[in-house]
């Protein structure tokens, strides 16, 4: 464990005196003694000594020990405490899936939440609200929870309509569906996927497949829910049946709807607010988590795209 913790040439430890360089954090592995020591101004060294046990406790959970695992611990633990930094991971699956911010962290507690039949998750590319929403989803039906997944996306990005791109349907809607499958994979196995798939149990497909239907005893997420018109999410909606929950996810920053439509998405979160049943959870930049890079590339777009408002 103390290898683990250390890191490769105690880089996990250089990482961490980096995070509080500016409280003059020492962080030393006493390698015969089994113990690290963290030395500092008062504030700083608690709480990079908070950050550390907060990672052990995740690798002890089954978590990677990995540069990126330490930087959830420090965050969470700067935002909530070690307890809450200690990853109340998603087992069940390949390897535990774990929530890397304090937005993960409460977007995770409501997807968990049986009383919650709807949950909207909304936010900029990278904060994991589709990969966290498949996995909560692939664990509730490899224990039982759920009969089936199903992952339905609108079929409209960027301009583009599958009744107009060449091929059978499965074909096109493949690739399109790339990202949910990759998700699937690594949540639960490719063969696990395969099987399921065949079987019915794990469904991926257009929204217009949820036309005419009652989804019982699902669990239903929606993607992409951005590019929905309000008619769209209206029908999808109305789906639920007995024993199913859904999960909306989308961008309503990034919807690809011709300008005469208005999307379904932020329309439905404002006639839904106070429902008894439903709840939102909002992810920002500050919860992306695919590369330090995204979190800047948002936000250059962002300055952008307001300099051509004003």
Known sequence: MLRDICGPAHTHLQLLEHAF?????????????????????????????????????????????SASELEAAIRLSAA?????????????????VMAQTPGQRSYLEKLRRDDLGLIFGVGPAGTGKTYLAVAVGAAELKAGKRERLIVA??????????????????????????????????????????????????????????????????????????????????????????GSRMVVTGDPSQTDLPNNLKSGLGHAINILKGVQGVALEELTRADVVRHELVGRIIDAYDKDAAKGAA
């Open 153 to 242: 996306r609108p079929a409209v990005e960027a301009g583009e309509k599958l009744g107009f791109l060449p091929g059978a349907l499965e074909e096109k809607v493949d690739p399109y569906m790339l990202p949910i499958w990759d998700a699937l994979n690594e949540c639960l196995g490719a063969q696990e996927v395969d099987r399921r798939k065949e079987r019915r149990e794990i469904e991926v497909a257009p929204l217009a497949f949820m036309r005419g239907r009652t989804l019982k005893n699902a669990f239903v997420i929606i993607d992409e829910a951005q590019n929905a018109t309000v008619p769209q999410m209206k029908m999808v909606l109305t789906r639920l049946g007995r």
């Open 21 to 65: 360089a500016e409280d003059d954090v020492r962080v030393d592995s006493q390698g015969q003694s089994g113990e690290i020591i963290v030395t500092g101004n008062g504030e700083g060294a608690r709480k990079a000594a908070d950050a550390l046990q907060a990672f052990a406790r995740r690798i002890a959970n089954g978590a990677e020990a």
């Open 80 to 96: 909530e405490g070690v307890g809450a930094a200690s990853g109340d991971a998603i087992m069940g699956l390949r390897k535990p």
